[in-house]
């Protein structure tokens, strides 16, 4: 994965992550919110990597919210989500209990 497209999927994975704190009505860290908003004409690397915070988070909903937050066709952010979601268990397979 080249460095731009690698900056492009950290930035969209902020903002899903960003999105997903909010809709908790959980505060999201300013260093999650300055990778979000970057859109790559600055000076400013993304190096925030919150895959896994996003991944573990998914995993903690209970099913009412993660149906609320990820199931949501109404929004696109959601829609986005479910997507990401979906490709992250293709690449990376949930453990089984």
Same mark, same amino acid.
């Given at each position: 994965? %080249?460095?731009?497209?690698? *900056?492009?999927?950290?930035?969209?994975? &902020?903002?899903?992550?960003?999105?997903?704190?909010?809709? !908790? %009505?959980?505060?999201?860290? #300013? $260093?999650? +919110?300055? &990778?979000?908003d $970057?859109? %790559? $004409?600055? #000076?400013? @690397?993304?190096?925030? @990597? &919150?895959?896994?915070? +996003?991944? !573990?988070? +998914?995993?903690? +909903?209970?099913?009412?919210?993660?149906?609320?937050?990820?199931?949501n066709?109404? $929004? !696109? *952010?959601?829609?986005?989500?479910?997507?990401?979601? #979906?490709?992250?268990?293709?690449?990376?397979?949930?453990e089984? #209990?």
């Amino acid at each position: 994965m %080249g460095n731009a497209n690698k *900056e492009m999927q950290l930035r969209k994975t &902020c903002k899903l992550y960003a999105y997903v704190l909010t809709a !908790q %009505g959980k505060e999201v860290p #300013e $260093s999650i +919110l300055e &990778c979000r908003d $970057s859109d %790559g $004409s600055e #000076e400013y @690397d993304c190096i925030v @990597d &919150c895959v896994a915070d +996003l991944s !573990q988070v +998914l995993k903690d +909903l209970d099913s009412d919210t993660f149906t609320k937050i990820v199931k949501n066709t109404d $929004s !696109q *952010e959601a829609r986005e989500l479910a997507h990401w979601w #979906e490709m992250y268990q293709l690449y990376i397979p949930l453990e089984t #209990e």
